[in-house]
T-cell receptor, first 115, second 114 residues
């Protein structure tokens, strides 16, 4: 069963504008959420994370919002740059009850930033 | 500091053979996780090792196994390869104590079974 869902397989955004990527989850035991970026033929690169005790975390151009009641999180990239073109994965962990080492990934969203 | 190193980068094996993949984590990291990425199933968790002990296991058949050595290096083994085992195998390491830093992934091993 897919416990982490990214329902948008692709997103096209103009350079300089905001990219918003969405992620939904079903397991209420998830207590840690991460976003990764992946280029072809490379491993995923960690971008930003958020604990379930927070509703927002910022790191430079990246902000993650968490809505626990809706079991929804989003990643905002402002401003979008051509180098942001990649596949973005949302991942979740039930670290307190399971293991930090076990991440459940969404299917990914392909972001294309156009000039 | 050096990242997560996976060897080999590419591998071609014949159906029925077995294969061993290696992962060297970031120095000081004690947790190593393995994932399989395929176009159809996405990124799926295989297993996680911490201090030489398997701490968690995903829903994969027993043909998939792994181990971790005292220096935290890890290997995963797939026996009796099937065509469906063709995938990118990724390992990730973490210091474990602080998930704020996420998990650092290697570049993966691309396994092709023919």
């Amino acid at each position: 069963d897919q416990q982490v869902k990214q329902n948008s397989p692709s997103l096209s955004v103009q350079e300089g504008r905001i990219s918003i990527l969405n992620c939904d989850y079903t397991n209420s035991m998830f207590d840690y959420f991460l976003w990764y970026k992946k280029y072809p033929a490379e491993g995923p690169t960690f971008l930003i994370s958020i604990s379930s005790i927070k509703d927002k975390n910022e790191d430079g151009r990246f902000t993650v919002f968490l809505n626990k009641s809706a079991k929804h999180l989003s990643l905002h990239i402002v401003p979008s740059q051509p180098g942001d073109s990649a596949v973005y994965f949302c991942a979740a962990s039930a670290g307190q009850t399971d293991s930090w080492g076990k991440l459940q990934f969404g299917a990914g969203t392909q972001v294309v930033v156009t000039p | 500091k050096a990242g997560v190193t996976q060897t080999p980068r590419y591998l071609i094996k014949t159906r029925g053979q077995q294969v061993t993949l290696s992962c060297s984590p970031i120095s000081g990291h004690r947790s190593v996780s393995w994932y399989q990425q395929t176009p159809g199933q996405g990124l799926q968790f295989l297993f996680e090792y911490f201090s030489e002990t398997q701490r968690n296991k995903g829903n994969f058949p027993g043909r998939f196994s792994g181990r971790q050595f005292s220096n935290s290096r890890s290997e995963m083994n797939v026996s009796t390869l099937e065509l469906g085992d063709s995938a990118l195998y990724l390992c990730a390491s973490s210091a474990d104590s602080d998930p704020n830093y996420g998990y650092t992934f290697g570049s993966g091993t691309r396994l092709t079974v023919v």
